[in-house]
């Protein structure tokens, strides 16, 4: 009976067999693989050398990566909060079953299909000087334009403003998935009490959703993280690496100076940062489970 029941047990391990490959493949092994090309000094032509911890002490003392790292850093503060609040609120506004609110439903979640080339493109036409169309409104009104992909201060700015854009539809799906589950007769006893709708909002609804709150906040904290394409098309990191975020560093260091341990080294550090948003979601998680029990 019991050699019967772990022949049952094996025989059903193969049905997770060809996703345990496909994670071995596509993430353990780069993994480990890049933790050990952190560790030596090595290039895409050679063999390499083992230097230890010698490459992340140059990455952390690299002025360019400091600089690149306070970007991304800032790029988040902004963002994540902007899209936590703007999902919320289109969220609230469209919590409703009728024909234009399913029409602004998939309006606003139709920029999020689209790919980062035609995003970036798409917001290069607005912030673009000369011809651009925030240039074109500021000349009919006598404003001097402002040129936003080449100024230090507004070129970061201008990528998050592409990017809010295009992420918000995510945010606002998982707020509105999470404000269908909210029973209805908890606004029926905040109606009976007289609730005010503020009141309803800040003890009933955001109660209710808060751990969507912070799952959303911790996803957008790790695709924020990932920044790259947007900045590249943009602006190109510019001006004077004012909107180069980690990613874009690390692409530089290994793919355009070829120093591929320090450019591993560097992205393990990003590693590190996302891999503390993720424990933070989940001890969260799982602190607010234990309390309802």
Known sequence: MAESYRRSQWSNGLFVLPYLCFFVVLLVFPLIWGIWLSLHKVD?????RFVGLGNYARVLADPVFLQALRNSVIFVLVSVP?????GLFLALALNKTTRTTSFLRGLFFSSSVLSVTIVTLIWRFVFIPGDGLLAVFSEQFGIEPVNFLSTSGWSLFSVGVATVWWCLGLPMMLFLAALQQIPNDLYEAAALDNA???????????PSIARTIMLVTIIQIVMQFQLFGQAQIMTNGGPNGTSRPLVMYIYEVGFVRWDVGKAAAASEFLFLIILVAAMAQYVVSTRKSEASE
Not at 82 to 86: G, I, M
Not at 196 to 206: E, G, I, K, M, Q
């Open 82 to 86: 902007s899209l936590v609040v703007l």
């Open 44 to 48: 895409l032509f050679g063999p390499g």
């Open 196 to 206: 005010s709708p503020w009141r309803v909002l800040v003890r009933v609804t955001l």
